[in-house]
């Protein structure tokens, strides 16, 4: 069966107005990635959002007009957002900076690959270090985000892979606190909320919180819902599901009641 995650790609095209004379169009200067917004991620929203920068002689971006919508709210203001704080080469006519208009075109675009656990592992040890070492928020919100649609990518991963022994894998990505909470899981049901619980507790200025609650419960609600088939096809199992069953309610309790 072939193994599942989410690639994140964005790419961007400066287009320039029409030249006459010595006339050289802005310029985007951009070493980086683009901002794909996490709600658009998580919904597999994609789209192209076309805008027009009047960038001044100094190559700051004094207006931005959305051009042709992508039909996504998300994604629009993620491209106004963009093209505001990018930073640009100023036009130039016959040698001198002037101030001019010129368009981007911002392509958000979700993409299969095949799932591996190692590097999924791998890359999200990676983007936990960096969330530790950084201290700017905007960037850290980023990381945020980037490491957040790891999980989740993990979490569509079990969807098609429901197995327990990818709990082994998932263990390796928490704190020594998570690890114990929910250590009596492990051989037991696939267990993905663990991740997001594990992040609950260990962003707690996460700036979307809105959405890691409603995902963590539902997830926990799905664990509710394994482990319940799991006692019909072994009645055996019955005493130990009580059990489980009751730390998951009181988990969602207390997120309820936040």
């Known amino acids: 069966m072939a193994r599942y995650g989410i690639l994140l790609l964005c790419s961007l095209i400066c287009g320039c107005a029409t030249t006459k004379g010595d006339y050289k169009a802005p310029k985007v200067l951009f070493d980086g ?8 991620q998580l919904n597999k929203v994609e789209g192209d959002v076309l805008v027009g920068v009047f960038v001044d002689k100094d190559g700051k971006p004094l207006e931005v007009n959305i051009l042709r919508s992508s039909g996504s709210e998300d994604l629009d203001s993620a491209a106004v957002s963009f093209s505001r704080k990018v930073e640009y080469a100023p036009a130039v006519y016959n040698d001198n900076p002037i101030g001019s208009w010129t368009r981007l075109e911002l392509r958000y675009k979700l993409q299969k690959i095949d799932f591996d656990e190692n590097s999924w592992l791998s890359e999200v040890r990676h983007i936990q270090r960096q969330i530790d070492e950084e201290k700017d928020l905007e960037k850290r919100k980023t990381l945020l985000q980037r490491l957040y649609t790891k999980y989740s990518g993990m979490v569509e991963y079990i969807k098609k892979n429901n197995e327990v022994k990818i709990n082994k894998t998932i263990e390796l990505a928490l704190t020594d606190s998570s690890t114990k909470k929910w250590r009596e899981f492990w051989d037991v049901i696939p267990a993905p909320f663990v991740l997001y619980d594990d992040f609950w507790e260990r962003y707690p200025d996460c700036p979307f919180k809105i959405i890691l609650k409603d995902d963590l419960m539902k997830q926990i609600i799905e664990a509710e819902y394994l ?4 006692t019909l096809k072994n009645p055996r199992f019955m005493q130990r599901s009580l059990h489980y069953l009751d730390v998951l309610n009181t988990r969602l309790n207390e997120l309820q009641n936040l």
């Open 227 to 230: 482990l319940r088939m799991k």
């Open 33 to 40: 990635e683009l901002d794909y917004p996490l709600s658009a």
